[in-house]
């Protein structure tokens, strides 16, 4: 024998299967990653996925949610104008602001800024 005829018996590369996550699946792992006090490798440990495919679930999840968030027109109701000339001190006013259930009474010298984060917390 030469060895020309001998046949190789080297076995054939076989070719890993991807897994494929349902929506259900990536939802649960993403906000398993989410929580506070839990790492990544945690989650790569507990649900076998790979990182960078939690980034990149993390990086959707993100989007849709900031596609989501839309914009609303809260309704102002103006209780009285202010004269034409009138001097700019602050006097002491209210205001009622109602969104969702929920009705705010600020009253006194009010700051622009404090109104402004209360409709943007009413409206979130």
Do not use: F
């Not at 490798?41 to 990149?56: A, E, F, L, M, R």
């Amino acid at each position: 024998m030469d060895g020309s005829a001998q046949s190789s018996s080297k076995p054939e590369a076989v070719k890993a299967q991807r897994r494929k996550w349902t929506m259900a699946e990536r939802q649960r792992i993403v906000q398993a990653s989410l929580k506070a006090g839990t790492t990544i490798d945690t989650v790569v440990s507990v649900y076998g996925v790979n990182p960078s495919q939690i980034h990149k679930w993390r990086k959707q999840h993100r989007q849709s949610m900031q596609q989501s968030k839309r914009s609303a027109l809260l309704p102002v109701q103006v209780a009285g104008g202010v004269a034409a000339g009138a001097p700019e001190a602050k006097q002491e006013c209210s205001v009622i602001m109602e969104a969702r259930g929920v009705r705010v009474t600020v009253g006194g010298c009010i700051d622009a800024a404090v109104i402004c984060r209360l409709l943007e917390y009413l409206a979130g």
